[in-house]
């Protein structure tokens, strides 16, 4: 009995590309899904916790929030041009957030502080599981984000 010739089951080249694309689309998908998380966190606590964000916060704000919708956009039009959008944003708020933890961790003077009359953005008054602080999670998600994006464009780079 002759059995078929190796090219009859071997995967064909548009499966391999399309299961790539998929894969690659993950990357897109997680930074999207860490921003909406984000977003929805903040404005819980802001909105519904009833605190106000120090001036450092709404600075970080400012640079998660359009991720959200951008990102969004890029997931559902699988446009790679919306993560080429999101990524400086990414990095901004990485930068932001960066310093503001550094500030809290005390290795930041505190005379260099650019909070005014508002709260304090050396002191934090929400601490998450026992010692965790808001900005170490803006931090952490503004890192998976930058990651995920860099690694998503540079896996989709032509």
């Known amino acids: 009995m002759a059995s078929a010739p190796p ?12 299961h ?16 909406l998380v984000s977003t929805l ?7 519904v916790m009833g605190m106000t964000p120090c001036v450092l916060c709404w600075y970080q704000r400012i640079a998660m929030f359009p ?3 951008i990102l969004g956009m ?4 699988e446009d790679r041009r919306g993560a080429v959008y999101a990524l400086p944003f990414a990095l901004a708020g990485l930068a932001l ?7 809290i961790a005390g290795w930041v ?3 260099w502080v650019p909070c005014g009359t508002g709260p304090s953005c050396s002191q934090q008054a929400l601490v998450i ?3 965790i602080q808001i900005p170490w999670l803006s931090l952490a998600a503004f890192l998976a984000i930058a990651a995920a994006l860099t690694i998503y464009l540079i896996r989709t780079r032509k």
């Open 7 to 18: 090219e009859a089951w071997e995967p064909t080249l548009e499966i391999d590309s399309m």
């Open 20 to 35: 790539d694309k998929r894969t690659q689309w993950w990357w897109l998908m997680a930074a999207w899904a860490v921003a």
């Open 41 to 47: 966190g903040a404005l819980f606590i802001g909105e």
């Open 67 to 69: 991720l959200a919708l």
């Open 74 to 77: 890029a997931v559902f039009a």
């Open 97 to 103: 957030a960066a310093y503001h933890s550094a500030l």
């Open 109 to 111: 003077p505190q005379w």
């Open 129 to 131: 599981l026992g010692d």
